[in-house]
């Protein structure tokens, strides 16, 4: 499996490059599943609460918003120093 | 023709500098920022500048909206007291925000370089998608957060208040918890208001007066205030100043498992590691809560075009023109879905800078228990 990666990351020009972005796009791919995860976890959550309380649906609802958001905003970090470390920027 | 068409689309995203080799710091990104700034000052002023007491309407009506509801539902529940000191700077973030982020979303660059027939190119962007623009936003944010925490701090000792944050709660004939719900005027006069009143509370009178003669304090009470209210040591201001800033730092971190007055001291000794852990990792999280900020709006305002950027690459990475006209199908309909997400998303990532940077400025300046 290693082997793999290795030759393929070699076939892209240079050495080093091909690993950078290889990594780049694992980190990426790793952000996404955990962000995917994540909020997939708080909707669930919002609505069971929704379903126990129907009348509390719109503040549950922005506090799942909210809450949403900032999980997003890590996973979107990680990708954005992906892309960074991938172009050497 | 052909040559709009062989750009990179990635060039969307990043910056470029209007003026050439002169100053290569101004971007167009830049520009725009400027832009939202001059935006923000045509308006504001224009609507706000009198106090009108009539029932608003048209623009005036929909800002004013706005306002208040950040007002009531979002900064005075956290902020209690100090809601008129933070409210416009709090406003000013939200607003220069949103702005930015939504006009990211108008293809100005696109439309102005059609109509100049790509003379002009790269003249609009996204003023919150550089690094540059968020990190000012989170380093103004830190300053106000520490700043206001450790003026509040160095009010205190000035005062003699410190350690009790306005509360005698010590000062009961039995010397028991006493009846701090009833004694809490600093707290029942954010709290006692209905929802829906607008400005200054202040110019309403007294909410809480009949609250002044408390019958809960009998003569010893008020005797034990009294001498509790001269034997306040006031600070001079400088030495406030600098026993400020090691007592805010030191009171990050909440005592978990402080000895009571009656309790033995050796829970002293459990206490201080657990202490000074919490203290090292609140200190860290008082730098990393602004950099989380930044890299949040940063992140998510360039994510959105990037993805449009690379699914315009998709298209026209498909050798024939049919295979483009097949493929760009789909990717139109996925294009506009993105657009709304995107457009949703402006809004939403200026709502939570501005109401993580009310929590953090709430915690550092008003008394926690």
């Known amino acids: 499996m290693t082997e793999m990666m290795m030759v393929l990351a070699q076939t892209v020009a240079g050495p080093d490059k091909g690993l950078a ?7 990426m791919g790793l952000a996404a599943i955990g962000a995917g995860r994540g909020i997939g976890q708080i909707g669930g959550q919002a609505c069971e609460a929704i379903a ?6 719109g503040r549950i609802g922005t506090n799942m918003l909210i809450t949403a958001a900032m999980v997003e905003g890590v996973a979107l970090a990680a990708v954005a120093l992906g892309f ?5 920027i | 023709m052909i040559s709009f068409l062989a750009e990179d689309p990635l060039e969307h995203v990043v910056p470029h500098p209007i003026f050439g080799d002169h100053l290569t710091w101004f971007t167009n990104q830049s520009l725009m920022a400027l832009l939202a700034a001059v935006i923000m000052l045509l308006v504001f002023p224009r609507l706000f500048r009198r106090p009108d007491g ?7 009506n929909f800002f004013e909206s706005i306002l208040e509801y950040l007002r009531i539902e979002v900064f005075r529940p956290a902020l209690k007291e100090n809601t008129d000191r933070f409210a416009p700077f709090l406003w000013t973030v939200f607003f220069f925000i949103a702005i930015c982020n939504l006009l990211g979303c108008v293809p100005i660059s696109d439309l102005v370089s059609l109509i100049t027939w790509g003379h002009v190119q790269h003249i609009g962007g996204t003023a919150t998608g550089t690094i540059s623009t968020t990190a000012t936003l989170a380093i103004c944010a830190f300053v106000m957060i520490h700043f206001h925490g450790l003026n509040a701090v160095a009010q205190s000792l000035m005062d003699g208040t410190y350690g009790q944050q306005g509360h005698h709660t010590e000062h009961t004939s039995n010397g028991g918890p006493g009846h701090e719900a009833a004694h809490d005027l600093e707290h029942m006069r954010a709290e006692a208001l209905p929802a829906d009143v607008g400005g200054d509370f202040r110019a309403l009178g007294d909410p809480v007066a009949h609250y002044k003669d408390d019958r809960y ?6 005797a034990a205030m009294e001498f509790y209210d001269k034997e306040r040591q006031k600070m001079s201001p400088g030495k406030a100043i600098l026993l400020a800033v090691p007592l ?3 009171n990050f971190a909440p005592h978990p498992f402080r000895p009571q007055p009656g309790e033995s001291n050796a829970k002293w000794f459990m206490d201080v590691p657990f202490f000074l852990f919490l203290l090292v990792l609140e200190l ?12 949040r709006l940063f992140a998510n305002m360039v994510s959105g075009h990037v993805v449009l950027a690379v699914l315009i690459m998709l298209t026209f990475s498909v050798p024939s023109l049919l295979g483009k006209v097949l493929v760009g199908a789909p990717v139109i309909a996925m294009y506009v879905a993105i657009y709304f997400l995107e457009l949703f998303v402006a809004l939403l990532q200026a709502y939570i800078f ?16």
């Open chain 2, 248 to 250: 805010y730092l030191w």
């Open chain 1, 21 to 27: 972005i290889g990594g780049a796009a694992i980190g």
């Open chain 1, 52 to 57: 126990r309380q129907p009348e509390a649906a």
């Open chain 2, 54 to 60: 009539s029932a608003p309407s048209g623009a005036r």
């Open chain 2, 354 to 369: 501005m109401f993580l940077t009310t929590l953090f400025i709430a915690s550092a300046v008003a008394p926690e228990h």
């Open chain 2, 217 to 222: 304090m009998g003569p010893h009470e008020q």
């Open chain 2, 284 to 295: 860290v999280g008082a730098v990393i809560k602004p950099f989380a900020l930044c890299m």
């Open chain 1, 84 to 88: 960074a470390l991938a172009l050497r």
